[in-house]
């Protein structure tokens, strides 16, 4: 089992255009691409996809659009329809696809152009039939061109370079082995070999990718795995080789498989997001850590049941003079899993004790709020994990 959320974002989504996206990470719904394979996973683990939706919180397209699983380069059996202008929930509730080792996942968003901006919060889910396992990444556009350098990136979020060797690594809360790892390079003018890595902690982890020089395309490694246990900090590092010219990367991914059926839900923004939580402000759980004052468009409408625990978030900067409370919540109402970080204070926080349950059709958020005060939270990054009893899990969700 496995459930991932893309993210959410607005704007830019006037003109018509067959937008694609990958079936992991956070991302937002203009980092669309417009050429498929640079989107697409090989799939390693047979892996069942189902309850595609789409919630849309503003809609300026001019006719309906539509989102389809990808499969193979071609339609899968899912698709969403969102009328010209409507908003609210949209959900394939009847359709599945069914993929086997090496057949190919994306998404397609099928957008007719508009007015004005479309915003939207976009899922799936996945079930391998067996122990927990998802397929986590980060998706975006990385273009690197110094020689000799080592570019630690985060293993969840947005792709992008300039990013601390220590900040960018996210520490585990669930015993898992990363495996199949995979990178999609678009271009590449080296002249020498560039390697992508596993990194646990300071080190090298085991999986490992050499990039050929002048080569592009898909490549994974299927042999190498990594073990994490509770508390490694996991991060993929780039090395360009020696020598000039760019070399351009969209996605790096990997899949990470649980003992059991609790898995770790991620949402990344490693340049951090600032929050001043005195005026109540709601996230998603999973994709980008993006804020809203409205709580819908972040709600993620869960399949089977299940429950929540751990949640951890790690803070890099506060000038909060109070306490800020980060509360799941569940059909809008508060539960009794909260996180609260301190005033004034940085570093990794987690909440070891609490847990909450969820049936099938909750609808899972968490709000951002404090007590007055005055002063703002900056969080790069927050984990949850996720114990599915029964169903799918999410598989991506972007905005």
Known sequence: MGCKVLNYGSGGTSAALDAYYPTFGGVSLNAASTVEPRTETTEQLNKTFSGLFAYVSANGHAASATLRFRKNGASGNQSVTIGAGLTGLFRDSTNSDVLVSGDKSNLLYDRPGGTSSTAALVGIFSDTGKTATARVGIYGSMSLSAASTNNTIPCAGNLRTGVDSIV?????????????????IVSNARGTACTVKMRKGGAD?????TVGAGLSGYFEDTTNTASFAITDQCSYYFVTGTGSGSIVSTVISHDQEFADNTYMQYACEITGRSVNGATTQYMCTQGLPGVTTTEPVQQVRMTGSGSFSGLAIYVSANSATVGQDYTIRKNGVDTSLVLTVPSTSTGYFQNTTDSVS???????????????????????????NTTASTGFTPQTIFF
Request: zero cysteines; proline letters at 4%; glycine letters at 12%.
């Open 205 to 209: 982890a085991g999986p490992t990718i």
């Open 358 to 384: 969820y049936a099938d059709g909750d609808l899972i958020s968490i709000k951002i709020s404090r007590s007055g005060g005055t002063g703002a939270v900056t969080h790069r990054y927050y984990t949850l």
């Open 168 to 184: 960018g690594r996210i520490p585990a809360t669930r015993a898992y082995t990363a495996k199949n790892m995979s990178v999609y």
